[in-house]
């Protein structure tokens, strides 16, 4: 069946430094893929998605690459903000949909 | 104009009452979901209705029952709470059923606490 594995948290990091959270995936044939942000007290909200290999997804300074060689795909930062501190989910649909446990990203200033 | 909306925000309650939680999309949306998140973040889907059919029933207890009037509306009633039906429950809306690419939109959650 379809899965989704991400890396587990917490993850603390300091404002500006580099961020990379790790997602994998099993699903047969060709899935979409997304990363969704929980802000502390609210919803889950698209972050960024990929629909085919190698496409890469972009959104407020994250990228994640669909690298269906590696079935990952990870999500990535330059320099994080106090304001990227939430909760974020990488998921898949395939005929269903499947949610990774959730990482928990705290940035401190 | 909030998309999907959900009422109320918090609920609690002892254990062994009934309750509903609302849910209502103005996106025109033909999906909605409803999905349990624990304590640990942990996001669990429990069903899926399409057109007002339902199309995804995980394993929940049948003391859920999801009800559909219309396209725009998923409400859920839980009979005789457990302490273990505390959680944040979400409605989300998307335009296909777990089509291939479709994004899903949240409602803000309802926060169970079951004394």
């Known amino acids: 069946g379809n899965s989704v594995t991400q890396m587990e948290g917490p993850v603390t990091l300091s404002e500006e430094a580099f961020l990379t959270i790790n997602c994998t995936y099993t699903?047969?044939?060709?899935?979409?893929l997304f990363w969704y942000v929980q802000y502390p007290g609210e919803g889950l909200q698209l972050l960024l998605k990929?629909?085919?290999?190698?496409d890469k997804g972009s959104n407020k300074g994250f990228e994640a690459t669909y690298r269906k060689e590696t079935t990952s795909f990870h999500l990535e930062k330059g320099s994080v903000q106090v304001s990227d501190s939430a909760v974020y989910f990488c998921?898949?649909?395939?005929?269903?949909?499947?949610f990774g446990a959730g990482t928990r990203l705290t940035v401190k200033p | 104009d909030t998309a999907v909306s959900q009422t109320p925000k918090y609920l609690v309650t002892q254990m062994g009452n009934d309750k509903s939680i609302k849910c209502e999309q103005n996106?025109?949306?033909?999906?909605m979901y409803w999905y349990k998140q624990d304590s640990k973040k942990f996001l669990k889907i429990m069903f899926s209705?399409?057109?007002?059919?339902?199309?995804i029933n995980e394993t929940v207890p049948n003391r859920f029952s999801p009800k559909s009037p219309d396209k725009a509306h998923l409400n859920l009633h839980i009979n005789s709470l457990e302490l273990g039906d505390s959680a944040v429950y979400f409605c989300?809306?998307?335009?296909?059923?777990?089509?291939?690419?479709?994004?899903?939109?949240f409602g803000p959650g309802t926060r169970l606490l079951v004394l």
């Open positions: 699903a047969t044939g060709y899935p979409s």
């Open positions: 998921a898949l649909t395939n005929n269903d949909m499947r």
């Open positions: 989300a809306s998307s335009q296909e059923p777990s089509a291939k690419g479709e994004t899903q939109y």
């Open positions: 209705y399409n057109n007002k059919e339902l199309i």
């Open positions: 996106l025109g949306h033909d999906t």
């Open positions: 990929a629909t085919k290999a190698d």
